[in-house]
Structures are given as C-alpha cells and as structure tokens.
C-alpha cells in the first residue's frame, strides 16, 4: 500500500473559537477540503474539516470538534496526510514529491548514486535530494536536463550529473513540470 501524502501542517489557533492558521501542500490551497477526513501520519488521530477559508498566505480553518483556543493551540504543528489513492492523477511529466522519495537514483551510465530523499523548492526552482550510500547528500536541479527520466514503474531516476550535459548549462535550463 502506498504512504500516505502529507498535504497540510497546522499552525497555530487563529481566534478564540478553535480556528487554526493551515498551511497547504496542494496545488490549489483549497483542494484539502476535498480529500475527506485528514489524519495524522500514524493514523491514531483523524480532522474532519468544518470550514475553510483563504488568508494572505495560508488557509485559516475549523475542524469538526475543536471549538475553542485551547484545543486548536494543541493542533500546532501535526502534519496532516491522506491516502495516496484520494488524489488527484497527475499530468505527464509532473509528480507528487510522495511517489519521488525512495527512488532510487542513477547516472545515464546505470550507475548508482543513491536513493531520493526529498525535492526542495527554495524559490528559483525544484532541487532533488539524492543521499548516496556514503558521504553527503547531492541537491541537484530537478530539471528535464539533469533529470531527464523519471520511471515510476523502474523504481528509479535517470540523473545526467551536471559537466555531463552536453552544450547545455544546468542553469540555463528548463525547469521540470509541477511536482506537488
């Protein structure tokens, strides 16, 4: 069975009648109201959401149960998750960070580097987290170029490391479609 998909992260209570501030891990912020109930990572706590509503940068919301300050000030911090399965398909060329962590990662040459760990985006495009079995972590642009194969079905990514790519500088190149 596929892991769940973290799509959201409470923060703190907004208000004194159990609204929390939410920070959403969807493409459209708003989606996370329609996935049904939310949970935590190890499924021992499941949020019905009540009410959903856009703020400046992020949601503020209400969920079934939680009514005053005090218990929205103990949500801080859970992340909440949903099944793979609830989610939307994805497009060609666009993936959840979810199905891209455990690939396991190799050069254009099948040899190994190591397993993605994470895809940062930090501002100026997707970074893919590569940890090779010793040593530091690689964080490489997560780009058409440089990751030019992504197979799902393999259970790996193909990386071109960047000096291998032919007349082509990895920062002049074209960022990957959407990862969610």
């Not at 009540?50 to 992340?79: I, M």
């Not at 799902?152 to 990514?157: C, E, K, M, N, T």
Request: glycine share 8%; charged share 25%.
């Amino acid at each position: 069975m596929p892991a769940p998909v973290c799509v959201a992260r409470i923060g703190a209570a907004h208000g004194v009648r159990g609204a929390v501030k939410l920070w959403t891990f969807t493409e459209d912020p708003l989606a996370v109201k329609h996935y049904g109930p939310l949970f935590t990572r190890d499924g021992a706590r499941q949020f019905e959401l009540a009410h959903v509503r856009e703020a400046r940068d992020h949601l503020v919301a209400t969920f079934k149960g939680v009514s005053t300050r005090d218990e929205a000030e103990r949500l801080n911090g859970l992340e909440l998750y949903v099944p793979r399965e609830r989610l939307p398909e994805t497009d060609d060329d666009e993936y959840y960070h979810a199905d891209l962590i455990g690939l396991a990662a190799v050069t254009t040459a099948d040899q190994p580097l190591g397993k993605v760990i994470a895809i940062h985006n930090f501002g100026a495009g997707d970074i893919i987290e590569i940890a090779p079995p010793q040593g530091a972590t690689m964080m490489l642009p997560f780009t058409n170029a440089v990751v030019p194969t992504v197979d799902l079905a393999g259970g790996r990514v193909i990386v071109e490391m960047p000096g291998e790519i032919e007349g082509e500088e990895a920062s002049s190149d074209h960022p990957r479609a959407d990862t969610r």
